[in-house]
């Protein structure tokens, strides 16, 4: 990709909003050209390295490889739930001993050398800019080439304190008040908290398998009535792998197919993606279950970034998508750290609201987090990744092979739309073979395993449970509040589906009333844990349905 | 003071601007309530612990008393520059065996244990809440209410990145558009870049050597013209302690005559007070210094936090001081870790901006700043700050023995109003006397030392120098710009004054037009190249003058 000739961002200027519009360049910056090797400065307020008390600071870090690439066969729920417990812990070196043996101690030193990139302390504890530690910049941005490659020449790339952050100064540089921001029909809480305070507002495009539809879409902006609903969108916030809270994820095509309409309506697309690299594959049912095969040597980074759905990056050849990377869910959330790509028109912006609020990450987090990258090198960073797409894909299974215990699972084919994974109905144990024709023709749930993310998204069929009123308040307690309450009474939490709905407080219809959903995540607890919580979600989905 | 009946903070809710308001209860806080101890968790998109690559984190730090109370007489800027710096190294333990008999090793383990609050990087690494650690609170609390003794009783912190996401978070919570901010009449730039974006004005009120002044400040809000500026002013930003740029201080009795007036008319009063620890004393010249006496002991911490002017937290009775503390000059600039303290309804605002920005700040820099604190504890934490006050005061000495050097520095205590420390006049070395009424009555500069905080605020008196064209767009270079781009390429950059003017862009008067102001630092340069830059500093400034 990086050898062809591509396009330039075209002027997307007018995308940019007027609180945005409004920052100015720091008069500061305008020092900065006047500063040499052996400037003398008495201009900031600076304090001296040799004031921070930090005299050097360190960490041990795993092996690259510290998570295997195949998944034992004796995981199976019922026997191995705390022998795949203490499996982890023999490959992460649990044990008292083996831990020291397999972690490298990287350490940052108090001085700075030549070329370090600003990995000392008298960088990482000091006043830094808000585009990041040399070195972190370097790494964002060849990363983002290799993994990525986006469709256009000038992209850039912009470090930020996590999604969280990048979304909120997104929804700052691109909305203002009276906007309609497009979001899945189901979308993670965050996307609405940014636009609220903006008085922007929201409106869920449906979705299918594979997460955001684009012919609802097109639907949505042809027929959009500006008298009725003010501006026609021009922002989507869309979470396009791993979809948070329903486990979608889109296509190349679905993607081009979006993009195009972005281009044909002038939109911009906001990628919040925490889950690319959690692409875990269709899941596949015990029974028919085989090891990955190992790639061929020489070939395993190319053929794991070959086996990515692409960015929205890829297809971008206009500058209009900008995306949201983040180290949370490949290195650990607390560290807050991640990037943006996007056109350098939207990063100068970007920067310039970063600099009013988190300002610079904590050096103490980048300069961890890039000694680590730098330890293990672009392709052991890889090799990580990949482990833990292994270990996510073992979560996966062994959380559908927990429903599969309490529940008889029959594959809906039928009921999928555009040919994505099979919808998987769970019928009470004994209940028949299930099916749509079987005299027990209701499931008490159902679900499309995940190829990607965290989360499997349930819809529940309750039947004919009637509405309560809420002791407290005199509420209406439907069904599926009902129920998430009598879980979390039995002790178990999950996460209730009304929170990611877009239209909050839209009265239900009676077929909606009888039907909820929740999102189960399988990657919180420890398997045996995670069982348990299974079995006693079964039992009281059962007693609450009656069957 | 903790003893004492305290108020309860008044109603102030109607401070919060439509932006703030509009922020809601993140749906997730709901499910809270549910979390037991033995709850089973399939709720949330937190990875397992498991998968963090951080085993252990651990950093070597000096010890509480790495700086001395007292300075050594011999460390004269003639003489001692380099001595003083070879001393800095001898005290730091700089030498390669030195440090490590010194420094203690602090490490976050892997693995909670009880009693923690939160300081192992299970945690750390983890998602947090926009509160930070539990420890972490606690210490911010605690340190609150023994140093700063709020007037009122339900005061509470929380964390934040630093001061200027906490500027940033105050501008939002009670800037609306129109608004208009008063700071002082120099000001930090940062306190405008974020009333920018908001369409909010600002306003400088006149200072004196103790920083804004009370009279003038009544004066501006008894005259303010609706119908003509907007709504009256409802916010002070002020930094009291070292103000930046001017280095002033407030006394307690400015502070309290500046609180009643915003109680008479309404306001609330941003506290930016990075400097606060920093009160290093008035300026004595050289020949009159005296080693200060040794506290006796068992008074120590009690006595330091005496000697300090009370924050305006001490005098709010009411609720309306939002004070912000950073341990950017105490700690590091690069933990970007920091507190509010103020009413609980605008701290609950506070964090709901906060959950869509900075969120939780890194938990590798909130373990490793708690750790240190909890190893050197509350009263070694006071140890340090009195070791670096010892440090700036000799930095502030030195810069301006300095200047003594190079110019013939004569006190007009005649100038000086309202009984602060007195202005020096500098006049060129062998000019006499100097004084108001000799033959080259001119000073070239003029300044106050600073009694606080890490700048000297020069005036510069350049008498008739003509205004220039610049080349490159032709624009009038007034004699400040000229002097302050003749210095930076001489080599040596100070901040230039007209960055901290409210009012940008005003035409000068003729009088202003041969005056200019510059800030100089005595905290980022070693002593050598301060006094290196302070001798460039002088003879550029006696060329530009011809003198």
Redesign the interface.
């Known amino acids: 990709m990086s050898s062809e000739k591509r396009p330039k961002a075209i002027d997307l200027s007018h995308h940019v909003s007027?609180?945005?519009r409004?920052?100015?360049l720091?008069?500061?910056k305008g020092?900065q050209k006047?500063?040499?090797k052996?400037?003398?400065?008495?201009?900031?307020?600076?304090?001296?390295p040799?004031?921070?008390?930090?005299?050097?600071?360190?960490?041990?870090?795993?092996p690259v490889d510290?998570f295997p690439l195949t998944v034992p066969r004796a995981s199976s729920p019922a026997s191995a739930s705390s022998s795949a417990f203490g499996w982890?812990w023999r490959i992460?070196g649990g044990g008292a001993g083996r831990?020291d043996d397999t972690?490298t101690r990287i350490e940052v030193p108090r001085e700075p050398r030549p070329d370090d990139g600003g990995v000392n302390l008298a960088?990482?504890?000091?006043?830094?800019p808000a585009t990041g530690l040399p070195r972190l910049q370097k790494f964002m941005h060849e990363f983002t080439e290799r993994v990525y490659a986006p469709g256009y020449d000038n992209w850039t790339t912009l470090v930020h304190?996590?999604n969280?952050?990048a979304?909120?100064?997104i929804?700052?540089l691109l909305l203002n008040p009276g906007d309609t921001l497009l979001v899945e029909e189901w979308t993670y809480?965050?996307a609405m908290?940014?636009a609220?305070?903006?008085?922007a507002r929201w409106h869920g495009v449906p979705m299918d398998n594979q997460g955001m539809r684009a012919d609802a879409l097109r639907e949505i902006l042809a027929g959009w009535d500006v008298e009725k609903s003010g501006p026609r969108p021009r922002v989507i916030y869309t979470v396009p792998v791993g979809q948070?809270p329903c486990g979608t994820t889109m296509g190349l095509e679905r993607k081009k197919a979006i993009y195009d309409i972005c281009v044909e309506y002038d939109l911009i697309i906001a990628e919040d993606d925490p889950y690319f690299f959690i692409q875990i594959g269709e899941f596949v049912p015990k029974s028919q279950r085989k090891a990955e095969r190992e790639s061929p040597a020489g070939e395993e980074v190319s053929r794991f970034i070959d086996s990515l759905v692409p960015s929205f990056l890829r297809v971008d050849t206009q500058g209009r998508v900008i995306r949201m990377d983040t180290f949370?869910?490949t290195?650990?959330?607390?560290?807050?750290?991640g990037w943006f790509t996007c056109n350098p028109l939207f990063v100068e912006r970007l920067e310039r609201?970063g600099?009013?609020?988190?300002?610079?990450?904590?050096?103490?987090?980048q300069a961890?987090v890039v000694a680590?990258l730098t330890q293990w090198t672009f392709d052991g960073y890889i090799r990580?990744l990949r482990g833990?797409r292994t270990?996510y894909q073992h979560r996966r299974d062994f959380l559908v092979d927990c429903l599969a215990e309490e529940f008889e699972l029959s594959p809906e084919p039928s009921i999928t739309t555009s040919g994505g994974p099979a919808l998987l109905c769970a019928y009470p144990r004994g209940s028949g073979s299930g099916g749509l024709l079987g005299k027990k023709a209701r499931p008490l749930l159902s679900f499309v395993p995940p190829s990607s993310g965290?989360?499997v998204w349930v819809k529940l069929h309750f039947g004919d449970v009637p509405d309560k009123r809420d002791e407290s308040d005199g509420s209406v307690l439907t069904p599926d509040r009902q129920f998430w309450e009598k879980l979390?009474k039995a002790?178990?939490?999950?996460?209730?589906g009304?929170?990611f709905a877009p239209a909050l407080g839209a009265p239900p219809t009676e077929a909606d009333r009888q039907t909820g959903y929740v999102?189960?995540?399988?990657?919180?607890?420890?398997m045996e844990?995670?069982r348990?919580?299974?079995k006693?979600?079964a039992q009281t989905l059962r007693e609450f349905c009656r069957v």
Chains 1, 2 share one sequence.
């Open positions: 007027d609180f945005a409004r920052y100015a720091s008069p500061l020092l006047y500063y040499g052996d400037t003398i400065g008495l201009a900031g307020g600076l304090p001296s040799d004031y921070f008390p930090f005299t050097s600071v360190s960490a041990n870090i795993l510290a982890l992460f831990r972690t960088a990482a504890l000091q006043y830094g304190t996590g969280t952050d979304w909120g100064r929804s700052k809480p965050s908290a940014s609220r305070p903006i008085d948070n949370s869910k290195i650990a959330p607390g560290v807050r750290l609201i600099e009013t609020s988190a300002q610079n990450p904590c050096g103490l987090g961890l680590l990580w833990l270990q965290m989360f979390a002790g178990v939490l999950v996460g209730p009304w929170i999102r189960v995540s399988y990657t919180p607890s420890d844990t995670t348990q919580g299974i006693i979600f």
